[in-house]
């Protein structure tokens, strides 16, 4: 018995367990369509709504493939087909510069992103450029060593190996090589997507019931003002799951789509500030020089539920 446990003791000291891996638990799969793959730790998972993703998580998309990813800051990415998307870091600022930030690593691939306004930073590398984003609405399409990014709202910075340049809203700049310059290259969005909802005030219905709300997509021509003929589908980005959108919505030979949404009740949670932010996106890296569409909803909140500052008028002090 005396020799066993000497012996244990001995292979303990030769090969000690592994230490515990701390799981990092940032974000997760909001929807799918198509294949979906995610690498973690040398195995691939089936993507799948509703699944946690880590850091180090590879998500990957086939042919005609799709996914949303949701993180905890409320920033939501649309990953495209043949895309290979890393989320490298994402961590919780605390103390005097409490927000989030991520670190991502597109490979190879398109995405769309929409990135919650003072509450995070993020950056993103590819092998031709990094990406510096605070909030904004931006698309990225990266192959072939060449990088193609078009920006409808916010601000990002973009750095090659010879050049750092800031994109302002409403610009595309396309063909970023790893070297060289391309300021040359930054080009007013040419078209947009507008949603116009038929009456942006809307109803919450009561337990048991359902109102709807009808929008007009168009895609227009932003110098002239006017339609354009411009097909594709359309991903629409919201932060409440009481509005729901057909689950495929695409523009017809026109550009044109009408869309009917339904609105389910509310809960006390659900109500807020009385309003909801809705932006459109035409799909696909076909699409970046397509510019996204916001609108914006209202509706009443019950007295009750209504949030109500009081400030001193001595100190200054909100409570």
Do not use: H
Not at 56 to 68: L, R
Not at 148 to 159: A, K, N, Q
């Amino acid at each position: 018995m005396r020799k066993l446990i000497l012996f244990v003791i001995l292979v303990s000291f030769l090969f000690p367990p592994s230490p515990a891996v701390a799981i990092n638990a940032v974000a997760s799969i909001k929807s799918t369509i198509g294949e979906v793959k995610i690498q973690r730790l040398r195995r691939n998972i089936p993507g799948r709504k509703g699944l946690i993703l880590n850091d180090q998580d590879v998500v990957i998309t086939g042919s005609n493939a799709k996914a949303t990813i949701l993180f905890r800051d409320g920033s939501e990415i649309r990953l495209f087909q043949n895309t290979k998307f890393t989320i490298e870091k994402s961590e919780e600022l605390k103390g005097s510069q409490r927000g989030f930030f991520n670190n991502f690593l597109l490979k190879a691939g398109s995405f769309w992103g929409k990135f919650t306004k003072n509450r995070q930073k993020t950056v993103i590398v590819t092998p031709t450029a990094t990406c510096g984003i605070k909030g904004t609405s931006v698309a990225f399409s990266e192959r072939n060593g060449v990088l193609d990014v078009s920006l409808s709202s916010g601000l990002i910075e973009l750095e090659n190996e010879d050049e750092k340049v800031e994109l302002k809203p409403g610009k595309i700049v396309k063909g970023i090589t790893r070297s060289g310059t391309f300021k040359d290259k930054i080009e007013d969005l040419p078209f947009r997507l507008m949603m116009k909802p038929d009456n942006s005030k809307i109803k919450i219905p009561t337990p048991g019931n359902q109102e709807e709300i009808d929008f007009t997509l168009q895609v227009i021509n932003v110098k002239t003002q006017q339609n354009i003929s411009r097909r594709g589908d359309v991903f629409f980005s919201l932060r409440t799951n009481k509005i729901k959108f057909p689950e495929k919505i695409s523009l017809n030979e026109r550009g044109y789509a009408r869309v009917t949404a339904t609105v389910d009740p509310f809960q006390k949670s659900d109500y807020g500030d009385g309003r909801i932010e809705i932006t459109a996106v035409i799909e696909g890296e076909q699409s970046l020089d397509v510019g996204t569409a916001q609108t914006l909803l209202t509706y009443d909140v019950p007295e009750k539920l209504r949030k109500v500052i009081r400030i001193d008028a001595n100190t200054g002090q909100v409570d």
